[in-house]
């Protein structure tokens, strides 16, 4: 395709913008990307940049005094997903209540990829994050680490770097474990939804040659709400990569399928007919009818039990504000995050007896677990000075030419800088990381460390047996097997202006399976104020040791050609730092988290410390359940949206075909699975097999809100009396438009 006029002229134009000044170097930013097909003005026309018009609400009344069938809060990554699949039943009314705004007030931010990572909007200072920090980490130097969460509709999915990676099967099935569930929550099971999210659309032929690609169309999903696809302009520097770890022995395959092993190119949430970003606002809250209901700049200040079933949530516009009341006739589903689902629980009588008793309030279910199994990727970064044309340092240093890269990415541009996140990634197992012999000697230390480290994180038995069950199962599945241990990433956006005149790449490294273990606790009883958040980083000293082979590991990837081929010295840490002590000193000093803490509120049964069961369902309580990333029980080797999707599409189903009384409750699937489960003869000698025991209550509350149609996907078939009501009311309502 011959690229048009347009183009050229916003290609040379970006070139001459670049070749002045102290930019010169940066002259070839657009040599290597490719036109895209049609011309500018055609583009245009079908660009939908701007945030899609949809019916949304910042007016209480739409919700106060009503009754939903669902009341899902927080409309971030999960919760959205969700609401929409729930809205295609059009018997069905939901309800879904977020904290932040719509985000129309920063749509360039939200949705020019590399926004994310050049002045986003996931800062101590921005009103669309919820600015939380960790507790003093007494193993990081004593430092408080900043832990942006997306607040405004989409969530974190709207502020995110827009990687988009998959876990491995050897996970999901480790996980899977822990519940003694052989069908419910195994790869096999959730693979199919996590295509189910996804429409993907491969990159160029020249970029995947240029960059040695291994793609599989087979293992993705073509016709789903959220875009995977890759950024319009290739960096220099990620055409090196995957040919850099072949020469280490590293090898290269499409990740997406369960074996996301080695390096590759990630797909990233891009939508690649315009080059925004694809996330659960754009991608799944677009066609859904009146019978749902989105109310934002409200958070959600407590549910509401009748005993112990949840009939409604208690919502205000601010602390001091009035407070209103929504019921839900069919369940309430909290997709508040890995903080903020825990801490609802907490405000609202769900938790630890003592730390709620300690507060004065009213213990509706001790759950010993909310908030406890908090595990996090904790990361940093080698940085290098290089000889590669270009990185994105300009963009952040020199305000001219990121105004310059904007325009040219709002006209459509696939050449501007504003397109490109970063995607190289290469996942390194232990093996590699240690060598044979010191990796199994690792191992046999991590083993006989184990009972210390149980006891030392709680002394409640159940959050005991929780940790020593994922323990064991990281043990057992993971450390031993394919599955990285690092995270090896290449940052292609610079060292934002920390050295000038200098074209700087990193090479990040990041623990993925970390042992340490941490926590959210409230102390207070308002969720307007903020939880105390103690990721317990390094608290197993097996992390440090982790992280220090990785960084090792990041520097001989610098240093090994192709890509040392462009490396003209290290920048940081530099030849100061090269024993095990030395890097160990600098990593307390400099890491910090990868974004992706989960486990708050695990799916295991309840005496391992679990909150929810593989029904989604709270243990003790009816008519509710959790469906986000703090319903993950360990941790996994990919960045935590993707899996976030999949588990809310395997929730959609869950929610119609299970009944919705108390976790732990006989429900079909998991009756199914335990049935399964006992009758195979399965070989496993893992500790969490072995200590798996029936949790929860044996009663079943619930009611069955519907039938599981033929082809396996799931239709409501009951409806409750308020539901036409509600949704007569949402179509008679005012609804605010938003453009
Ligand atoms: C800066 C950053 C970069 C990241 N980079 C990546 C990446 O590149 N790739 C990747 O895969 N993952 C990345 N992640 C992680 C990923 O985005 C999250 O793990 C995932 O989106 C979490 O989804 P969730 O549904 O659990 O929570 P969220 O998407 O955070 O949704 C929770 C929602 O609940 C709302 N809420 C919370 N409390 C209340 C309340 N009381 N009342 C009402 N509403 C409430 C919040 O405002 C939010 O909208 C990143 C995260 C951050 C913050």
Known sequence: MVASLDLLLGVLAAAAAVAVGPLGAQASAVDNAQPVAGTALERRADRDWRLRKRATTTDAAQLAGQTFDYVIVGGGTAGLALASRLSENSSLSIAVIEAGTDGSAVEDEVLAPAMAYFGGIANADSAYDWQYSTEAQANLDGREVFWPRGKMLGGSSAVNGLYMIRHSSIEQDSWASLNNDSSVWTWDTLFPYLKKSETWTPPSDYHIQEASMVLDESLHGLD???????????????????????????????????????????????????????YSANGYLVNYGTNLVVLTGHQATKIVFDGTTATGVEFSAGAGNETFTVSASQE?????????????????????SDLLEGLGITVVKDLPGVGMHLADHLSGAITLNTSFPFSGDPVEANATYAAEQLALWKAGDANSLYTSPNDAVAYINLTTLFGNDAAQTFMDELEAN?????????????????????????????????????????SNTGSYGGYPGAVTVQIQAAIQHPLSRGSVKINSTSTFDKPMVDAGYLTHPGDVQVLRQAFKYARTVSQTPPFSEYVLNELSPGDAVSTDEEWEAWIRKVVSTEYHPASSCSQMPESFGGVVDTSLRVYGISNLRIVDASIIPISLSAHATAPVYGIAERAYDLLLTTPRGEGGSASSTQDAAAQSSSSSSSSSSSAA??????????????????????????????????????????????????A
Do not use: C, M
């Open 224 to 278: 789903g709400p959220v875009h995977y696809s890759y950024p319009g302009l290739f960096y220099n520097s990620t055409y090196e990569w995957i040919p850099t770890f072949a020469a280490l022995g590293v090898d290269t395959r499409d990740p997406a399928g369960g074996e996301n092993f080695g390096a590759f190119i990630a797909t990233s949430a891009i939508n690649p007919s315009n080059w925004t970003r694809s």
């Open 332 to 352: 309430v589903v909290l997709s508040t995050g890995v903080i903020g689902s825990p801490q609802l629980l907490q405000v609202s009588g769900v938790g630890p």
């Open 450 to 490: 184990k009972t210390a480290q149980v006891q030392a994180y709680s002394t409640n038995s159940a959050v005991q047996a929780g940790y020593d069950a994922t323990y064991s199962a990281e043990l057992r599945d993971v450390y031993p097997s394919a599955v990285g241990q690092a995270e090896i990433l290449l």
């Open 689 to 738: 097999r072995s200590s798996s025991t029936a949790s929860g209550s044996p009663s079943t509350t619930g009611t069955s809100n519907a039938a599981t149609k033929s082809d396996g996907t799931s239709a409501a078939t009951s409806l409750s009396p308020v539901s036409t009501l509600a949704t007569l009311l949402v179509a008679l309502g005012t609804l605010v438009v938003l």
